[in-house]
C-alpha cells in the first residue's frame, strides 16, 4: 500500500528511545506483575481523565465485564447497548449473565441515540452502556438523565475514546465508571492487550481490585471469586511513555480530520462524519458512508490506499446471538450502517496531505460512478 490503512510500527520508530528505555527498567527491575510501574501508570491515567481511581486489567472487555460484576449486574437483568458496535460491548453483558438490550444509534454519530434508549428500558433494565464509537462521545447528558430517572448506572465503553472530551470533560470521567481497551490499534495502545476502569467510586474501585486478582487483596486470603486479569509491567511501563505523547497524537489526528472533512465537502454520494457540537472527538476511526462501498473499498485498494470495514456484521447478525428472540427486529439504521461504513486512513502518523490524496481518489470513483450511471 501507498498509503497503508494503519502502521502500528511507526509509533515504535518515533518513540524508540523512551520504550526501550522502559523495556529495560522493567526487566532490570525483576518485578512483572502488580508492580511500580502499574501503580504508577494507573495513577496518571486517572489523573488524565480526571478522576480519582484506575485499576488496570487484562483487556477492555475484562474492563466492561468487571464493572459490571461488580456492580452485581447479572442473572435476570437487562442492560441497554448500541446495536451497531463491536461485539465486545455486548459480550461483556452476556458474561456477566444479564441480556444486552440492542438500540439504535443516531446515524450521524453513530453513538447511543436517547430517545430509542427510552423506548427500550423495562423493570429489568439496570445499565446503560454508552460506546464512545470511532472517538467522538456519545450525548451523556441525555443518558445520564435517563439513568438517574430511572434508577440505572452508566458505564461507558471508552475503547476508543482515549482523550476524548464531551463538553470539556475527558471520556472516562462521563457515568459512574468506564472501560478503556489498550489494544494496540488503539489512541493509547500497548504492546499486547490491556485494558483499565475509571472512576470517582471509591468502594467500586476496591471491589475491582479484589475481583481482578483472584477476589484477594492479600496472598492466599480470597474474599470473592475473582478473576485473573491484570495489566503486567511491562505494558503499563509502555502506556506511560505514550500516554504522555496521547494529546500531541490526537491533536495530529484531528489535523487530519479536518483535511478529509474540507475535502469531503464536494465528493457527492458520500456522507462524511458529523461532529456534534459539544463533542471533541479523538479520531480513533474516520468513518464514511456510501451506498457501493465494497465498490469503493476495492478501489482504494487498486490506489493503493487501505482501509477497513467497521463493522460489516453487527452483532445482532452473528451466529453468537443468532438464537436471541430480538434479532433483526427494528434494528434497520444498523443493518444500513453495516453495508455502507468504511474507514480511510487515521493515524498520528500520517502527514496531512495524505487526505488530499484520498479525496482525490474518492473524487476519482464518484466521477467513474456518474458516468457509468
Given at each position: 500500500m501507498i498509503i497503508p490503512f494503519l502502521d502500528l510500527q511507526a509509533t515504535y520508530r518515533e518513540l524508540q528511545g523512551e520504550l526501550d528505555a522502559a523495556y529495560r527498567r522493567v526487566?532490570?527491575?525483576?518485578?512483572?506483575?502488580?508492580?511500580?510501574?502499574?501503580?504508577?501508570?494507573e495513577e496518571e491515567f486517572a489523573a488524565y481523565c480526571g478522576v480519582k481511581h484506575c485499576v488496570t486489567v487484562g483487556n477492555g472487555l475484562d474492563a466492561l465485564h468487571l464493572i459490571l460484576r461488580a456492580?452485581?449486574?447479572?442473572?435476570?437483568?437487562?442492560?441497554?447497548?448500541?446495536?451497531?458496535?463491536?461485539?465486545?460491548?455486548?459480550?461483556?453483558?452476556?458474561?456477566?449473565?444479564?441480556?444486552?438490550?440492542?438500540?439504535?444509534v443516531d446515524e450521524r454519530t453513530y453513538n447511543l441515540d436517547p430517545a430509542r434508549v427510552e423506548e427500550a428500558l423495562t423493570p429489568r433494565t439496570r445499565a446503560i452502556?454508552?460506546?464512545?464509537?470511532?472517538?467522538?462521545?456519545?450525548?451523556?447528558?441525555?443518558?445520564?438523565?435517563?439513568?438517574?430517572?430511572?434508577?440505572?448506572?452508566?458505564?461507558?465503553?471508552?475503547?476508543?475514546?482515549?482523550?476524548?472530551?464531551?463538553?470539556?470533560?475527558r471520556a472516562g470521567s462521563l457515568g459512574?465508571?468506564?472501560?478503556?481497551?489498550?489494544?494496540?490499534?488503539?489512541?493509547?495502545?500497548?504492546?499486547?492487550?490491556?485494558?483499565?476502569i475509571t472512576t470517582d467510586d471509591s468502594h467500586l474501585a476496591e471491589r475491582l481490585r479484589l475481583l481482578?486478582?483472584?477476589?484477594s487483596r492479600r496472598k492466599y486470603v480470597h474474599e470473592c471469586?475473582?478473576?485473573?486479569?491484570?495489566?503486567?509491567?511491562?505494558?503499563?511501563?509502555?502506556?506511560?511513555?505514550r500516554l504522555r505523547h496521547l494529546d500531541d497524537w490526537n491533536e495530529r489526528r484531528r489535523r487530519l480530520a479536518a483535511a478529509y472533512l474540507r475535502g469531503l465537502q464536494t465528493v457527492p454520494g458520500l456522507i462524511a462524519p458529523s461532529v456534534a457540537d459539544w463533542a471533541e472527538p479523538v479520531w480513533h476511526l474516520f468513518v464514511i458512508r456510501h451506498r457501493r462501498r465494497d465498490e469503493l473499498q476495492s478501489y482504494l485498494a487498486q490506489a493503493g490506499i487501505g482501509s477497513q470495514i467497521h463493522y460489516p456484521v453487527p452483532p445482532h447478525r452473528s451466529e453468537a446471538y443468532?438464537?436471541?428472540?430480538?434479532?433483526?427486529?427494528?434494528?434497520?439504521?444498523?443493518?444500513?450502517?453495516?453495508?455502507?461504513?468504511?474507514?480511510?486512513?487515521?493515524?498520528?502518523?500520517?502527514?496531512?496531505a495524505v487526505a488530499d490524496t484520498v479525496v482525490e481518489v474518492l473524487h476519482r470513483f464518484v466521477g467513474l460512478e456518474r458516468r457509468a450511471g
Open positions: 526487566m532490570e527491575g525483576g518485578w512483572y506483575i502488580l508492580g511500580g510501574e502499574v501503580d504508577a501508570f456492580y452485581d449486574i447479572g442473572p435476570g437483568d437487562e442492560v441497554i447497548v448500541p446495536a451497531f458496535t463491536f461485539i465486545a460491548t455486548w459480550l461483556a453483558v452476556s458474561a456477566s449473565g444479564a441480556v444486552p438490550v440492542a438500540v439504535e452502556v454508552p460506546v464512545h464509537l470511532f472517538g467522538q462521545p456519545a450525548d451523556m447528558d441525555a443518558l445520564t438523565v435517563l439513568a438517574r430517572k430511572h434508577g440505572l448506572r452508566v458505564i461507558e465503553d471508552a475503547a476508543q475514546a482515549h482523550g476524548a472530551r464531551y463538553k470539556g470533560r459512574d465508571a468506564a472501560g478503556f481497551s489498550f489494544y494496540p490499534a488503539k489512541n493509547l495502545g500497548a504492546y499486547g492487550d490491556g485494558g483499565a481482578r486478582n483472584y477476589g471469586q475473582g478473576a485473573n486479569s491484570r495489566l503486567d509491567e511491562l505494558q503499563a511501563a509502555f502506556l506511560r511513555v443468532r438464537s436471541c428472540v430480538w434479532q433483526g427486529k427494528g434494528l434497520g439504521r444498523t443493518e444500513e450502517l453495516s453495508r455502507e461504513v468504511l474507514s480511510l486512513p487515521m493515524s498520528p502518523h500520517l502527514a496531512d
